[in-house]
Protein backbone atom coordinates (compact mmCIF):
# COMPACT_ATOMS: atom_id res chain seq x y z
CA UNK A 1 0.00 0.00 0.00
CA UNK A 2 2.46 2.46 1.01
CA UNK A 3 4.62 1.98 -2.44
CA UNK A 4 0.90 2.67 -4.10
CA UNK A 5 0.72 5.52 -2.66
CA UNK A 6 4.31 6.89 -2.94
CA UNK A 7 4.17 5.40 -6.76
CA UNK A 8 1.14 7.76 -6.90
CA UNK A 9 3.09 11.25 -4.93
CA UNK A 10 6.21 10.72 -7.49
CA UNK A 11 3.25 10.42 -10.55
CA UNK A 12 1.70 13.94 -9.08
CA UNK A 13 4.73 15.62 -8.18
CA UNK A 14 7.02 14.37 -11.20
CA UNK A 15 10.29 14.90 -8.76
CA UNK A 16 11.18 11.74 -6.42
CA UNK A 17 12.50 14.59 -4.00
CA UNK A 18 9.49 16.45 -4.06
CA UNK A 19 7.31 13.90 -3.18
CA UNK A 20 9.33 12.76 -0.28
CA UNK A 21 9.48 16.08 1.12
CA UNK A 22 5.03 16.11 0.50
CA UNK A 23 4.70 12.87 2.00
CA UNK A 24 7.32 13.51 4.96
CA UNK A 25 9.32 10.51 3.84
CA UNK A 26 13.31 10.10 3.03
CA UNK A 27 13.92 10.33 -0.31
CA UNK A 28 15.85 6.79 -0.09
CA UNK A 29 12.14 5.23 0.89
CA UNK A 30 10.40 6.25 -2.46
CA UNK A 31 13.59 5.01 -4.72
CA UNK A 32 13.04 1.58 -3.16
CA UNK A 33 9.45 1.49 -3.27
CA UNK A 34 8.93 3.06 -6.78
CA UNK A 35 11.92 0.32 -7.71
CA UNK A 36 10.33 -2.85 -6.42
CA UNK A 37 6.93 -2.24 -8.69
CA UNK A 38 9.51 -1.46 -11.45
CA UNK A 39 11.01 -4.93 -10.41
CA UNK A 40 7.54 -6.58 -11.44
CA UNK A 41 8.88 -5.73 -15.31
CA UNK A 42 6.56 -2.32 -15.64
CA UNK A 43 8.71 0.86 -16.52
CA UNK A 44 6.22 3.49 -14.38
CA UNK A 45 8.36 6.09 -15.37
CA UNK A 46 11.40 8.31 -17.44
CA UNK A 47 13.82 9.92 -16.12
CA UNK A 48 14.77 13.60 -17.54
CA UNK A 49 16.66 16.59 -16.80
CA UNK A 50 14.07 18.10 -14.53
CA UNK A 51 12.91 14.86 -13.22
CA UNK A 52 10.40 12.02 -13.98
CA UNK A 53 7.70 11.86 -16.74
CA UNK A 54 5.09 8.78 -16.72
CA UNK A 55 5.36 6.12 -19.63
CA UNK A 56 1.78 5.38 -21.28
CA UNK A 57 1.85 2.78 -19.01
CA UNK A 58 2.46 4.46 -15.91
CA UNK A 59 -0.27 7.00 -16.74
CA UNK A 60 -2.56 3.74 -16.91
CA UNK A 61 -1.15 2.33 -14.00
CA UNK A 62 -1.69 5.28 -11.46
CA UNK A 63 -5.37 6.55 -12.89
CA UNK A 64 -6.41 2.29 -11.59
CA UNK A 65 -4.58 2.68 -8.32
CA UNK A 66 -5.84 6.55 -7.66
CA UNK A 67 -9.04 5.33 -8.36
CA UNK A 68 -8.58 2.21 -5.74
CA UNK A 69 -7.20 3.87 -3.12
CA UNK A 70 -9.76 6.60 -3.40
CA UNK A 71 -12.06 3.93 -3.22
CA UNK A 72 -10.09 2.65 0.08
CA UNK A 73 -10.00 5.68 1.59
CA UNK A 74 -13.94 6.14 1.46
CA UNK A 75 -14.34 2.45 2.41
CA UNK A 76 -12.17 3.03 5.47
CA UNK A 77 -13.74 6.66 6.67
CA UNK A 78 -17.37 4.87 6.60
CA UNK A 79 -15.82 1.86 8.39
CA UNK A 80 -14.44 4.10 10.64
CA UNK A 81 -17.81 6.38 10.74
CA UNK A 82 -20.27 2.95 11.48
CA UNK A 83 -17.46 2.29 14.42
CA UNK A 84 -18.41 5.38 16.12
CA UNK A 85 -21.79 5.36 15.54
CA UNK A 86 -21.76 8.09 13.11
CA UNK A 87 -23.39 6.45 10.45
CA UNK A 88 -25.77 4.25 9.74
CA UNK A 89 -29.57 2.90 10.65
CA UNK A 90 -31.41 2.56 14.06
CA UNK A 91 -34.40 0.11 13.52
CA UNK A 92 -37.18 1.31 16.49
CA UNK A 93 -40.13 -0.57 17.59
CA UNK A 94 -42.71 1.00 18.99
CA UNK A 95 -46.22 0.76 20.51
CA UNK A 96 -47.85 4.22 18.68
CA UNK A 97 -46.00 7.36 17.27
CA UNK A 98 -43.55 8.96 18.72
CA UNK A 99 -45.92 12.29 18.80
CA UNK A 100 -44.84 13.63 21.95
CA UNK A 101 -42.50 13.46 25.55
CA UNK A 102 -39.75 12.00 26.55
CA UNK A 103 -39.33 9.85 23.05
CA UNK A 104 -40.11 12.28 21.09
CA UNK A 105 -37.72 14.38 22.49
CA UNK A 106 -34.84 11.80 22.11
CA UNK A 107 -35.16 11.28 19.00
CA UNK A 108 -35.52 14.61 18.18
CA UNK A 109 -31.99 15.41 20.00
CA UNK A 110 -30.54 12.37 18.56
CA UNK A 111 -30.83 13.61 15.13
CA UNK A 112 -29.41 16.69 16.24
CA UNK A 113 -26.11 14.86 17.86
CA UNK A 114 -26.32 12.08 14.92
CA UNK A 115 -27.62 13.73 11.37
CA UNK A 116 -26.24 11.06 9.42
CA UNK A 117 -28.01 7.96 11.56
CA UNK A 118 -31.43 6.91 9.60
CA UNK A 119 -34.22 6.13 11.43
CA UNK A 120 -36.47 2.97 10.59
CA UNK A 121 -39.92 2.66 13.05
CA UNK A 122 -41.64 -0.69 13.03
CA UNK A 123 -45.26 -0.12 15.66
CA UNK A 124 -46.83 -3.20 17.01
CA UNK A 125 -47.61 -4.94 19.97
CA UNK A 126 -45.30 -5.35 22.85
CA UNK A 127 -44.80 -8.78 22.33
CA UNK A 128 -44.65 -8.37 18.75
CA UNK A 129 -41.88 -5.89 18.47
CA UNK A 130 -39.64 -7.89 21.28
CA UNK A 131 -39.72 -10.98 18.84
CA UNK A 132 -38.28 -8.32 16.20
CA UNK A 133 -35.65 -7.33 18.91
CA UNK A 134 -34.97 -11.04 19.47
CA UNK A 135 -34.71 -12.06 15.71
CA UNK A 136 -32.38 -8.75 15.40
CA UNK A 137 -34.50 -7.36 12.88
CA UNK A 138 -34.82 -4.48 15.61
CA UNK A 139 -32.13 -2.61 17.52
CA UNK A 140 -34.46 -1.67 20.22
CA UNK A 141 -38.13 -1.51 21.13
CA UNK A 142 -39.54 0.63 23.46
CA UNK A 143 -42.85 -0.75 25.59
CA UNK A 144 -44.86 -0.02 28.45
CA UNK A 145 -44.79 -2.09 31.72
CA UNK A 146 -41.75 -4.21 32.69
CA UNK A 147 -41.24 -6.80 29.65
CA UNK A 148 -41.15 -10.22 29.93
CA UNK A 149 -37.88 -10.80 28.14
CA UNK A 150 -35.28 -12.46 30.39
CA UNK A 151 -33.03 -13.08 26.95
CA UNK A 152 -33.13 -9.56 26.68
CA UNK A 153 -31.67 -6.31 28.00
CA UNK A 154 -34.40 -3.66 29.34
CA UNK A 155 -34.44 -0.55 31.42
CA UNK A 156 -36.75 1.97 32.76
CA UNK A 157 -36.67 5.24 31.19
CA UNK A 158 -39.45 7.41 31.56
CA UNK A 159 -42.97 7.02 33.06
CA UNK A 160 -45.85 8.71 32.52
CA UNK A 161 -49.61 10.05 33.95
CA UNK A 162 -52.57 8.33 32.75
CA UNK A 163 -55.52 10.06 30.81
CA UNK A 164 -59.16 9.53 30.64
CA UNK A 165 -60.20 10.25 27.00
CA UNK A 166 -63.91 11.02 26.60
CA UNK A 167 -65.89 12.66 23.47
CA UNK A 168 -66.30 16.42 23.73
CA UNK A 169 -69.64 17.28 25.04
CA UNK A 170 -69.49 14.61 27.42
CA UNK A 171 -71.15 15.17 30.72
CA UNK A 172 -67.91 14.51 32.25
CA UNK A 173 -65.81 17.18 30.44
CA UNK A 174 -67.56 19.65 33.01
CA UNK A 175 -64.94 18.31 35.71
CA UNK A 176 -61.35 19.25 35.93
CA UNK A 177 -60.34 15.91 36.77
CA UNK A 178 -61.85 12.77 37.10
CA UNK A 179 -61.75 10.24 39.74
CA UNK A 180 -62.29 5.70 38.57
CA UNK A 181 -66.01 6.13 40.59
CA UNK A 182 -66.74 8.72 37.53
CA UNK A 183 -66.08 5.99 34.84
CA UNK A 184 -67.40 3.11 36.22
CA UNK A 185 -70.93 3.50 34.29
CA UNK A 186 -68.79 4.13 31.05
CA UNK A 187 -68.21 1.59 28.32
CA UNK A 188 -64.62 1.59 27.47
CA UNK A 189 -63.17 0.84 24.08
CA UNK A 190 -59.59 -0.73 23.98
CA UNK A 191 -57.35 -1.80 21.02
CA UNK A 192 -56.04 -5.66 20.61
CA UNK A 193 -52.56 -4.26 19.69
CA UNK A 194 -50.18 -1.54 20.90
CA UNK A 195 -51.32 -0.85 24.38
CA UNK A 196 -54.76 -2.18 24.22
CA UNK A 197 -54.32 -5.15 26.76
CA UNK A 198 -51.96 -3.29 29.40
CA UNK A 199 -55.07 -0.64 28.91
CA UNK A 200 -57.67 -3.85 29.32
CA UNK A 201 -56.12 -5.45 32.52
CA UNK A 202 -56.01 -1.72 34.08
CA UNK A 203 -59.56 -0.82 33.61
CA UNK A 204 -60.78 -4.20 34.80
CA UNK A 205 -58.57 -4.15 37.70
CA UNK A 206 -59.64 -0.48 38.64
CA UNK A 207 -63.47 -1.11 37.90
CA UNK A 208 -63.65 -4.43 39.91
CA UNK A 209 -61.69 -2.53 43.20
CA UNK A 210 -64.34 -0.50 43.30
CA UNK A 211 -66.85 -3.16 43.16
CA UNK A 212 -68.37 -2.86 39.27
CA UNK A 213 -68.07 -5.34 36.43
CA UNK A 214 -66.52 -2.95 33.49
CA UNK A 215 -68.00 -3.03 30.03
CA UNK A 216 -64.72 -2.90 27.82
CA UNK A 217 -65.28 -3.52 23.94
CA UNK A 218 -62.13 -4.53 22.18
CA UNK A 219 -61.01 -3.52 18.44
CA UNK A 220 -58.04 -4.71 15.89
CA UNK A 221 -58.00 -1.11 14.85
CA UNK A 222 -55.13 1.53 15.38
CA UNK A 223 -54.95 4.17 18.00
CA UNK A 224 -56.31 7.21 15.43
CA UNK A 225 -59.05 4.83 14.62
CA UNK A 226 -59.93 4.14 18.23
CA UNK A 227 -59.72 8.09 19.17
CA UNK A 228 -61.97 8.34 16.18
CA UNK A 229 -64.59 5.99 17.88
CA UNK A 230 -64.72 7.53 20.85
CA UNK A 231 -64.87 11.38 19.28
CA UNK A 232 -68.14 9.77 17.98
CA UNK A 233 -69.53 8.48 21.24
CA UNK A 234 -68.97 4.58 21.03
CA UNK A 235 -67.37 5.40 24.48
CA UNK A 236 -64.48 6.49 26.11
CA UNK A 237 -60.97 4.90 26.75
CA UNK A 238 -57.42 5.92 28.74
CA UNK A 239 -54.16 6.50 27.58
CA UNK A 240 -51.14 8.67 28.47
CA UNK A 241 -49.98 12.22 28.80
CA UNK A 242 -47.57 12.41 26.00
CA UNK A 243 -50.31 11.53 24.04
CA UNK A 244 -52.27 13.99 25.61
CA UNK A 245 -50.30 16.62 24.77
CA UNK A 246 -51.62 16.72 21.37
CA UNK A 247 -54.95 18.01 21.01
CA UNK A 248 -57.23 15.89 18.81
CA UNK A 249 -60.94 17.04 17.54
CA UNK A 250 -63.65 16.18 19.23
CA UNK A 251 -61.45 14.25 22.27
CA UNK A 252 -61.42 16.09 25.89
CA UNK A 253 -58.53 14.37 28.13
CA UNK A 254 -58.46 14.61 31.75
CA UNK A 255 -56.01 13.65 34.59
CA UNK A 256 -57.64 10.46 36.58
CA UNK A 257 -56.92 12.08 40.20
CA UNK A 258 -57.19 8.89 42.04
CA UNK A 259 -54.53 7.00 39.66
CA UNK A 260 -51.65 6.25 41.61
CA UNK A 261 -50.04 3.88 38.90
CA UNK A 262 -47.82 5.35 36.18
CA UNK A 263 -47.42 4.04 32.83
CA UNK A 264 -43.60 2.53 32.59
CA UNK A 265 -41.80 2.96 29.44
CA UNK A 266 -38.44 0.83 29.16
CA UNK A 267 -36.00 0.30 26.50
CA UNK A 268 -35.65 -3.74 25.40
CA UNK A 269 -32.33 -4.37 23.48
CA UNK A 270 -30.72 -8.13 22.78
CA UNK A 271 -27.21 -8.45 24.21
CA UNK A 272 -25.94 -9.69 21.22
CA UNK A 273 -26.23 -5.98 19.79
CA UNK A 274 -23.07 -4.74 19.79
CA UNK A 275 -23.79 -1.61 17.49
CA UNK A 276 -22.29 1.58 18.26
CA UNK A 277 -24.93 3.59 17.23
CA UNK A 278 -27.69 1.59 19.53
CA UNK A 279 -25.07 2.36 22.38
CA UNK A 280 -25.12 5.98 21.54
CA UNK A 281 -28.79 6.01 21.79
CA UNK A 282 -29.03 4.78 24.89
CA UNK A 283 -26.18 7.10 26.62
CA UNK A 284 -28.29 9.66 25.08
CA UNK A 285 -31.62 8.18 26.96
CA UNK A 286 -29.65 7.65 30.19
CA UNK A 287 -28.92 11.25 30.17
CA UNK A 288 -31.94 12.37 29.69
CA UNK A 289 -33.40 10.09 32.07
CA UNK A 290 -30.77 11.74 34.83
CA UNK A 291 -31.34 15.20 33.39
CA UNK A 292 -28.34 16.14 32.18
CA UNK A 293 -29.13 16.92 29.13
CA UNK A 294 -31.21 20.41 27.86
Sequence with gaps: MAALIQTCAVA???????????????????SARVKTLGDLGVLLFERHARGVRLTEAGRQF?????????QLD???????????????????????????????????????????IGIDITEGRSADIMQLVREGQLDI????????????????LWSEAMMAVVPAGHP?????????????AETFLVRYGGTGPQAHDHVTR?????????????????????????????????????????????????????????????????PYNRSQTLRN????AEQMKRGSVR
Design 12 to 30: EHLNFRHAAKALGVSLSSV
Design 62 to 70: VASVSAGID
Design 74 to 116: HAMKTAGSLARGEEGCLRIGLHMPPLAGFLADLLARHHEQYPR
Design 141 to 156: AFVIGAPKAEDCHSRL
Design 172 to 184: LTDRPTLGWANLT
Design 206 to 270: RIAELGHHPRILRWDVGRETLFHMVAQGWGVTITTESVASVPVSGLVFRPISDESERAEFHAVWS
Design 281 to 284: LLDL
